[in-house]
């Protein structure tokens, strides 16, 4: 079945400082993958829409400059919380569909990315 | 606007037959699926609807009525294991999947 490969499981870094966070499908292309937020006990909040060789599309209320996505390759996108704060500490996971363009294509998640801002 | 709705706690007893609701308001609505979450661990696919009636995969059903905006997951023969949150995802459109609040289930021995 399709695997997305997601890098850091876990990171601590200090206020201030810039985080990446790696999304890879490892056996399909995806043009498109998608990054949520999760706090504690609750569901999932979808951050952006990650196009391969576009810009990435923000849901209201999210803040483009701070939360930087890159799709540079059909098989890997990126999330780059920069400037953290403590309240950007949180569990970030991506997904992508497969297949690409089918209707009824179920997200696969990556096992998600525990961020925690000291 | 948009709005998914779920139970936020169930309790059921290991064995029996639970049915978690899941109720939507949106537009461009393009289908139903419903993920199970362990703590601290990714979704994982359950199931998928689109057009009304039942879909049925081993002890997990869904059930979907697009008129009534309105779906439920049913878990038969109920697990330890099954201990989880549940969630509802409705597509909007072509690539859009919004969640509902989840719903955590624990089942009980």
């Known amino acids: 079945g399709a695997v997305v490969s997601q890098h850091p499981s876990w990171v601590i870094c200090k206020s201030g400082t810039s985080v990446k966070i790696e999304c890879r499908s490892l056996?399909?292309?995806?043009?498109?993958m998608f990054w949520y937020r999760q706090f504690p006990k609750q569901s999932l909040m979808l951050m952006a829409t990650?196009?391969?060789?576009?810009?990435?599309?923000?849901e209201q209320g999210v803040e483009k400059d701070k939360f930087l996505i890159n799709h540079a390759s059909l098989t890997l996108s990126t999330l780059t919380v920069t400037s953290a704060h403590p309240e950007d500490s949180s569990f970030y996971i991506c997904?992508?569909?497969?297949?690409?363009?089918?209707?009824?294509?179920?997200?696969?998640f990556g096992n998600g990315t525990r961020l925690t801002v000291t | 606007g948009q709005n998914i709705d779920q139970p936020t706690e169930m309790t059921a007893t290991e064995g029996a037959i639970v049915q978690i609701n899941c109720t939507y308001q949106?537009?461009?609505?393009?289908?139903l699926f419903w993920y199970q979450q362990h703590a601290g661990e990714a979704p994982t696919f359950l199931s998928y609807?689109?057009?009304?009636g039942l879909e049925e995969k081993g002890r997990f059903s869904s059930f979907l009525s697009r008129s009534k905006g309105y779906s439920y997951l049913l878990l038969k023969e109920l697990q330890m294991k099954d201990s989880a949150s549940y969630l509802c995802?409705?597509?909007?459109?072509?690539?859009?999947?919004?969640f509902g609040t989840g719903t955590r289930l624990k089942v009980l021995a």
């Open positions: 949106t537009s461009g609505f393009n289908g």
């Open positions: 997904s992508a569909r497969d297949p690409p363009q089918g209707n009824n294509s179920p997200l696969h």
């Open positions: 995802a409705v597509k909007r459109g072509t690539y859009k999947y919004i």
């Open positions: 990650s196009n391969e060789g576009s810009k990435a599309t923000y």
């Open positions: 056996d399909f292309q995806a043009t498109t």
């Open positions: 609807n689109v057009l009304d």
